[in-house]
């Protein structure tokens, strides 16, 4: 069945470092696009940071831009997310999420994994 499995969270002090990985299985990784998102305590699930199938072409929210990089791996059905310089409002829920490009409305998520910034 599909798994969509996220690790690497944690309690990081602010400007420190964590990487966040997301370990595929059960569909064809490298045609869907994979993205990271996060979901703080009393706030809306949001877009972190996304990659195309291929890796080329990545995007990302303008709260992470120049901290943040978002990462995959084809050949191991993973995909990764490089959080640097982290500060306290990155505490989140972080979310695996997997979009289809065969034009049908499918995608999957992941379980999340915590992510602590604090002192």
């Known amino acids: 069945q599909v798994q969509l499995v996220e690790s690497g969270g944690g309690l990081v002090q602010p400007g420190g470092s964590l990487r966040l990985s997301c370990a595929a299985s059960?569909?064809?990784?490298?045609?869907?696009?994979m993205s990271w998102y996060r979901q703080a305590p009393g706030k809306e699930r949001e877009l972190v940071a996304s990659?195309?199938?291929?890796?080329?072409?990545?995007n990302y929210a303008d709260s992470v831009k120049g901290r943040f990089t978002i990462s995959r791996d084809n050949a191991k059905n993973l995909v990764y997310l490089q959080m640097n310089s982290l500060k306290a409002e990155d505490t989140a829920v972080y979310y695996c999420?997997?979009?289809?490009?065969?034009?049908?409305?499918?995608?999957?998520w992941g379980q999340g994994t915590q992510v602590t910034v604090s002192s």
């Open positions: 059960g569909f064809t990784f490298s045609r869907y696009v």
């Open positions: 999420k997997a979009t289809s490009t065969s034009g049908l409305s499918l995608f999957y």
């Open positions: 990659v195309s199938t291929s890796g080329v072409s990545t």
